[in-house]
């Protein structure tokens, strides 16, 4: 390790979307601690994975530091040079391009890494390979959202910023949304909200911490968001509370939505729902009459079948209320990973250039090829979950996966692994030698965000600096690798600074027009980023978005009926399986469970079961158990409790040991395919 002469690195936390400001302690070249700083959306507070979980793994001894390619006559993984490995990757994929088309290749983005990196990535598989099938892993988390508000309000985004929704409210409505262990120091803020006097209202199926402290808790059947969201809304029109001057004056489709919800009546939803009829209308009448209610939903909301549905119905609700475009309301999804955001925000969609604009519209194509000197695609590419059903079939042959493990979190584990088994060539970019990498063709070693300059953008819209703390030898900055694999595929780029990088995306992309690594370090935002839109240098950043009007002009109500899950319980699979997060862990654990003290809190996986279920299947707290759907099995621990309901079991995705993901459903959302996490049938029983 390299010696730094710095004590205290600025950054930004690599886990969740909160987007925590603290700085890396370094001493002798190693970092030893962190420090919480006051940054605008943590003000002086971290969690347990900011304050213990964020930089043994940036140290650890097995961190990969040397590209590994596969020998084809031993089926190992050797180590090679960065040269050899870069030739060969190019080698690859220009031979399958020249034999099957630019179409036959891919690359998923990294959710984790800086913007900088993510644009880099899309720009190779858009000017360097000639295709659009470049994706991201909100793919498998917030899709809807980026859909379902862009849709209903013209930007796919939280609408306030976190200090907004939490100072001040009248009401919080959290709607799938486990906020103290997925996103602990907003839940902190929430807390503190309802401590100082605001009501409370959670929906959520399970008996999550924040519940306790609910004015109503609705404890919703899993899967039936839309049909919630339909009841509240008529509830709400009922009451008198829709806001008809707001209505009137800013959307449109009203009537036709007010016509929908009027068959989901408190009785039909109750029933539906599993809900008592009355705490519904409660629950509308609480929200409608107040004055700052926002809404804050996570994944309980958008992983399912129908998930942009459900996402969309929250917009109704909002819409309804008039509670959008002002302080202390909106809409406000909670992103996932520190920068899913950035990574929409970045290209790293199919059907996107940065900032959202089609590659389908001419226009916005020529001012990329012009920036470029390039011809790009014009049709939409593959959704990242759509890829493995096309590289079973033999469509897509090539893939570059940049940070990301799908072996371990996407849905139905069997469907993940005989689809990367048949590609051709499959290259990883990466920290560690993880369930995916070991499949590789090609293992190259990125870097963390410990090790580089760039940016996060959290998950409202703010765009915040990460900076160098150490450097771990042999490895190599993303964007270099990225570089040189263009060059090599004949493709002329020359290598940029992170900042020149950021200078290129505020010159293609209109909500990011002013933000440069100049002004986010310079004294006039330092501290506090930039919240996009923010298209030029003197612009101040957008809090509250759709103030005045919606982004797309008027807001459009959306008439979607509930529809039920794609898989529900039946005689052999009795049960409904959900998946989630714990606090001390983070996703696929890559970093998390490189922390001892973080492991010593818990390191495998576990099932909820409700004690009713449990003492029917002759299940005691603690017994091991087997888990099986229609895709496979696995052997956890049960947990028994009341804090599932009847016929309703949970468990945590993080795990490589009875990994959730060998039953998950794979059943994909009809717009933008996200699959059904939430809900799949399981039967368990005793080992
Ligand atoms: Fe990091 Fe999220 Fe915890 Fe903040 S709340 S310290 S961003 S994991």
Known sequence: ???????????????????????????????VDTRAADGPSNRGRLCVKGRSGSFDFVQSSDRLTTPLVRNRATGELEP?????????????????????????????????????DIYMLQKMARAAFGTNNVDNCARVCHAPTVAGLAITLGSGAMTNTIADITDTPDVIMMVGSNIEEAHPVIGMQVRAAVERGSKLIVVDPRDIRIASRADIHLKLRPGTNVAFANGFARALIHAGLADKAFIEERTEGFAAFAAMVESYTSERVAEICHIDADDLVAAAELYGRADRAPIIYCLGVTEHSTGTEGVMSLSNIAMCAGKLGRPGCGVNPIRGQNNVQGACDMG?????????????????????????????????????TECFGAMKDGRIRGLFIFGEDPVRTDADTNHVLSALRSLDFLVVD?????????????????????????????????????????EIEGTRPDTWIFTEIMNRMGYAQPHLSAAEIMDEVASLTPSYGGISHERLDGAEVAGRGLQWPCPTPDAPGTPIMHVGGFTRGRGTFSDAEYRASDELPCEEFPLVLMTGRVLHHYNACAMTSRTEGLNAI???????????????????????????????????TARVSAKTSPGETWMPFHFQDGNANWLTNAALDDVCKVPEYKVCAVAVSRV
């Not at 399958?96 to 036959?104: F, H, M, R, V």
């Not at 940065?354 to 090829?369: H, I, T």
């Not at 499949?439 to 190259?444: G, N, Q, Y």
Request: hydrophobic share 40%; proline share 4%; glycine share 8%.
């Open 1 to 31: 390790y390299r010696s730094w002469e710095v004590g205290y690195v600025r950054t930004t936390c690599p886990h969740c979307a909160t987007g925590c400001q603290y700085d890396l302690v370094v001493k002798d070249g190693r970092i």
């Open 80 to 116: 090679a040079s960065w040269e050899a490995a870069l030739d060969y990757v190019a080698e690859n994929f220009k031979r399958i391009i020249g034999e099957t088309g630019p179409d036959s290749v891919a690359a998923f983005a990294c959710s984790r890494s800086a913007n900088e």
């Open 348 to 384: 790293a969609t199919p059907a996107d250039f940065p900032g959202y604009q089609k590659v389908a519209n001419a226009e916005v194509r020529a001012k990329f090829e012009n920036a470029w000197g390039v011809s790009l695609p014009e049709a939409p590419g593959l959704m990242a």
């Open 430 to 470: 990466d920290l560690f030698l993880t369930e995916t990498a070991e499949l590789a063709d090609v293992v190259l070693p990125g870097r963390s965000y410990a090790e580089k300059e760039g940016t996060f953008t959290n998950t409202e819209r703010r765009v915040q600096r990460i900076r160098p703390a150490v």
């Open 602 to 636: 818990g390191d495998s996986s576990f099932i909820e079961l409700n004690d009713a279920d449990a003492a029917a299947l002759g299940v005691a707290d603690g017994d091991a158990v087997r888990v099986a759907s229609r895709r496979g099995e696995i052997v956890t």
